[in-house]
């Protein structure tokens, strides 16, 4: 059969490119914490503070995207459309 899904070669190879995609991330996330702690300890700015200089720019992102994708169901249903007070 020429079904390329179950092609054993293919199937390494994706693996291989998964593994490599997993440490990489590993890595690059090791190295953003000890970078992150070497500014924190290097730093006269509060913990506090620098925590609300990283969360800002979170929230301006975050209401963009949430403006870009779902502008019309925000604007029938509200910011908390579809949430209960269980939620």
Known sequence: ??????????????????????????????FAGVYFEKILKGSQTTLWLRNIQMGLPSILIAFITIYSKDSKVVAEQGILGGFSVMV
């Open 1 to 30: 059969s020429g079904d390329k899904h179950n092609n054993p070669a293919t199937d390494s190879r994706h693996r291989l490119i998964g593994l490599v995609a997993v440490l990489c991330a590993a890595c690059t996330s090791g």
